[in-house]
């Protein structure tokens, strides 16, 4: 990997190069941490051969937790982000439920130092809506966003309270930074840990109604209609909140939202194993559900794809069901999920998946306007072809929690490339 190398010179030839709309086979050229235009010669000091590989915008995931500060022993800024350039992600927006949460500058401040000094990829902490995300009190929202905050966020915990929500976001458009909601009534999901329906009789698990999604959705899409302001909506799961998204665009209300690789690749069969890597909340929905989550991203409904990287140390998934945390290791295994299920499997091109994995992220949380992003030579090279197992023995995330270890996909990242430098490159 490249630290710290100034004015690097770096071609990567004959690769596929995946932009705006097309697919084009050219040389790319970088010079001092920027893609140029090659002079005559070009004195280059590494040179990738890319034959055969797909090269991209970097990917962009808005939605990880890296658990520091407080949580080390699940994940650290360090170990998490070194996960991320291994899955091909340049950038990642890690969430503020840390231990204290993300609601002061001063957590903010500390989590853009450590990520500098791990120096893998670009962080972006998401500050917290209220503070200690206990849904009573807003934030001080224009000083998380001084300190570095470029979004907004209970996630693990809805805003409950409506009111709150309703000032939250009058705050937050003022403010111009973005909410992104976690919905779910805790009222209809109480006592709940896996997705109501027949699964969750046969395996005698108390379910989840999707309503407990779909009716907090309904509430905030409504009131970012009526204060003319938008907002975000995490990890969507179900045919009937995508359904409401999808009508409230065609209104042009200003909401976007996101869906993870494993409510589109397995459904809520999976807890019949009783496998703790299954337990995730939202929980794995229905084949009805996941049906429709294909569907909303052919459709353009869903606008990203994130990882909801939540990982644990064994000791909290090695419990009884009812029990265990929720959450799944993810940034080393979504590029080739998504790209297995959607794109070999699943009827979407790879430009699409591209657009959902890189430049829309980067476009909702306002990215493609900072010159310090979008001018960088942020790139990840695959190998759309390379079929393996994954295997969670060789995650180097702390969190080994994937009920997908031992899945045959395709698409390998082969290199992750960070302001024109080698941040990642595959052993083989």
Known sequence: MEKGVKNMRLIIKNGNVVKGNAVQKEDVYVENGRIVKPEKSFGADRIIDASGLYVMRGLVDMHVHLREPGFEYKEDIAS????????????????????????????????????????????????????????????????LKRAGAIALSDDGYPVSDGNIMRLALEYAKTAEIPLICHEEDTAIAAGGVVNEGYNATIAGLRGISSVAESAMIARDVLLAESLNTRVHIAHVSTKSGLEIIRRAKKRRVAVTCETCPHYFCANDSLILSFDTNTKVNPPLRSEEDRLAVVEAIKDGTVDAIVTDHAPHHKNDKSVEYNYAANGISGLETAFALSYTFLVKNGGIDIITLVRLMSENPAKILGLDKDAEYADAADLTVVDLNKKYKISVKDFVSKGKNSPFDGLEVYGEVRYTIIGGKIKYEAKS
């Open 80 to 143: 998490g982000t070194k996960a991320a350039v291994k899955g091909g992600f340049t950038a990642v927006c890690c969430m503020p439920n840390t231990k204290p949460a993300a609601d002061n500058p001063a957590v903010i401040t500390y989590i853009k130092a450590r990520a500098a000094e791990a120096d893998n990829c670009r962080v972006y902490p998401i500050g917290a809506i209220t503070k200690a995300q206990k849904g009573g009190e807003i934030t001080e929202m224009f000083a």
